[in-house]
T-cell receptor
Framework: EADIYQTPRYLVIGTGKKITLECSQTMGHDKMYWYQQDPGMELHLIHYSYGVNSTEKGDLSSESTVSRIRTEHFPLTLESARPSHTSQYLC???????????????FGPGTRLLVL | QKEVEQDPGPLSVPEGAIVSLNCTYSNSAFQYFMWYRQYSRKGPELLMYTYSSGNKEDGRFTAQVDKSSKYISLFIRDSQPSDSATYLCAMSARNYGQNFVFGPGTRLSVLP
């Protein structure tokens, strides 16, 4: 069973607030990802990381930022929340076995964000 | 045109039915194909993956890939109410997670 955690699970916040969504995994995985998922829509990759001190932007343009200071921790920050940021945010990790079998991703339960 | 298309459903079937879930895609470079199951208010979990064309079976689940038609399917035999979830297909040209392209998902309800 995957051990990847996200907090908070639900967040309702006002416009302009700074928020940080937490993601932690205890599997020692090198690769971590943040996805955005709207109801009935595809998952869109917004950030990923190969390891400590490595972060990259994904395909979907996002006003959020991430950091990877520790292997197990990959927080996502919105400096100034807006209603357009309302969505579900999913964190995932994978062992990142180069040249091996498919890079299995393990997903956290998600954070549902509502910006008023 | 989206890279990956998937019938959004919802799809309702009686318990014990055979379910067929399908995705079509446009990028002929895709060669890794995955199916994820996502229960309500949970993150997706990997069900099956296949490389290139062919079939793969795991218990009641069979994944099928037809690269010539750019079409993949997931079959569920003897469906159970516990199979009620959203099923997402995902695919990639390269074996790297950051290259995965997900479909929008099909909601399945298996009625007792």
């Amino acid at each position: 069973e995957a051990d990847i955690y996200q907090t908070p699970r639900y967040l309702v916040i006002g416009t302009g607030k700074k928020i940080t969504l937490e993601c932690s995994q205890t599997m020692g995985h090198d690769k971590m990802y943040w996805y955005q998922q709207d109801p009935g829509m595809e998952l869109h990759l917004i950030h990923y990381s190969y390891g400590v001190n490595s972060t990259e932007k994904g395909d979907l343009s996002s006003e959020s930022t991430v950091s990877r200071i520790r292997t197990e921790h990959f927080p996502l920050t919105l400096e100034s929340a807006r209603p357009s940021h309302t969505s579900q945010y999913l964190c995932a990790s994978s062992p990142g076995l180069a040249g091996g079998p498919l890079e299995t991703q393990y997903f956290g339960p998600g954070t549902r964000l509502l910006v008023l | 045109q989206k890279e990956v298309e998937q019938d959004p459903g919802p799809l309702s079937v009686p318990e014990g039915a055979i379910v067929s879930l399908n995705c079509t895609y446009s990028n002929s470079a895709f060669q890794y194909f995955m199916w994820y199951r996502q229960y309500s208010r949970k993150g997706p979990e990997l069900l099956m993956y296949t490389y290139s064309s062919g079939n793969k079976e795991d218990g009641r689940f069979t994944a099928q890939v037809d690269k010539s038609s750019k079409y993949i399917s997931l079959f569920i035999r003897d469906s159970q109410p516990s199979d009620s979830a959203t099923y997402l297909c995902a695919m990639s040209a390269r074996n790297y997670g950051q290259n995965f392209v997900f479909g929008p998902g099909t909601r399945l309800s298996v009625l007792p």
